[in-house]
């Protein structure tokens, strides 16, 4: 992987870290198309259950896209489609990533920062993080794809305000409108996404892939099937199952294989 985009595992936890600190994690093209790859390896690991995305040099997540590129990358309708179906794809392999996946949101969080984190399932900010989508002033539009993720998570109130208006606001708006789940000390948001997901990581990893596949089919319109639903019963089929209801009646703490 490129250094922009770095990857590192710790036990059953990995790490991808945006590493582009003199432009406050800004994402050019290059790095939207490392991250998705890899995301889309991280998922492909068994020996993972929980990934981490974060900045470096806790002043930011991410402060956007990186404008200085944009003569280059998107100054044309067909540069803005190759660029933007780059985006979808990074964001889709954040979204689809079979292991639960924690943002932990250290200072600025916008633009595609903003899109980043609202393909993870959780989000965990700082006291003084800032959010917003200030495009308004760029006089480009967020593409379906990425304001797709936006609104799921949000809404199209939330979301229209979010990009109509353009303004930055603060940590305890994000939670107020439900974008981020806790807000900590700015000191303590490292300690508490990695908390988080060491809490995660101790479940059973298949039961947790499965939760997290079945809440995101019921955001989509179509009706559960009847193989859908019987999907739902396989857990009880898997070893975790067993040694879930062994540790329950013996008053101890499940050691999960993930099979």
């Known amino acids: ?82 660029y933007h179906h780059t985006i979808d794809r990074a964001m889709n392999d954040i979204y689809e990533c079979r292991h639960p996946t924690v943002a932990l949101i250290e200072g600025v969080c916008v633009g595609g920062g903003m899109e980043v984190a609202s393909c993870c399932d959780m989000r965990i900010c700082g006291e003084s993080s800032r959010f917003g989508v200030p495009i308004k002033w760029l006089g480009v539009t967020m593409h379906y794809g990425e304001l797709a993720r936006v609104m799921e998570v949000v809404g199209p109130v939330i979301a229209r305000e979010i990009l109509l208006e353009g303004e930055l606001f603060g940590a305890e708006r994000a939670k107020e409108v439900g974008f981020v789940n806790r807000i900590v000390a700015d000191a303590d948001v490292e300690a508490e996404a990695y908390a988080t997901a060491d809490r995660i990581s101790r479940g059973a990893p298949i039961a947790a892939q499965l939760n997290k596949k079945f809440i995101r089919r019921l955001t989509q319109p179509e009706p559960i099937t009847q193989a859908e639903h019987d999907e739902t019963y396989i857990s009880v089929e898997t070893e975790d199952f067993k040694t879930g209801i062994e540790s329950f009646l013996a008053k101890k703490r499940p050691d999960f294989k993930g099979r």
């Not at 992987?1 to 710790?10: A, C, F, S």
């Open 1 to 82: 992987m490129t250094d922009k985009i770095r990857i590192e595992r710790g036990g059953f936890i990995a790490t991808v870290t945006l590493n582009n600190p003199h432009k406050l994690n800004a994402l050019d093209k290059e790095m939207w198309h490392r991250l998705g790859e890899a995301l889309e390896l991280l998922s492909s690991d068994d020996t993972i259950r929980c990934v981490v995305l974060r900045g470096v040099g806790g002043k930011a997540f991410a402060a956007g896209a990186d404008i200085s590129r944009f003569a280059e990358e998107r100054s044309t309708p067909e540069l803005a489609k190759e």
